[in-house]
């Protein structure tokens, strides 16, 4: 059994920063691939960053913002967020996926940038 553990979500006002962690525990020892995901009201998930060992991808809206980092050590993925907007608001999810290609989610945590 994995489970995918997030912290880090918040208020703050707009042009703030935020950092989420997402700690795996369990029994798988590495991943291939972790990300961070978010779904505002209303509307579908979506890719907010993602990081393997050779590539990390950002959605265009963060790029420039957004940091996307990983401790393999600790099975821990990182998001760091600055200079936010408003319309990052949203329920941000950790995931990660196995060598065996198996995805794995966390429960979310929730951001709320005001104005």
């Known amino acids: 059994q994995v489970q995918l553990v997030e912290s880090g979500g918040g208020l703050v006002q707009s042009g703030g920063s935020l950092r989420l962690s997402c700690a795996a525990s369990?029994?798988?020892?590495?991943?291939?691939?972790m990300g961070w995901y978010r779904q505002a009201p209303g509307k579908q998930r979506e890719l907010v960053a993602d990081?393997?060992?050779?590539?990390?991808n950002y959605a265009d809206s963060v790029k420039g913002r957004f940091t996307i980092s990983r401790d393999n050590a600790k099975k821990t993925v990182y998001l760091q967020m600055n200079n936010l907007k408003v319309e990052d608001t949203a329920v941000y999810y950790c995931?990660?996926?196995?060598?065996?290609?198996?995805?794995?989610w966390g429960q979310g945590t929730q951001v709320t940038v005001s104005s």
């Open positions: 995931q990660m996926t196995s060598y065996a290609a198996i995805w794995y």
């Open positions: 369990g029994s798988i020892n590495s991943f291939n691939v």
């Open positions: 990081i393997s060992s050779a590539d990390r």
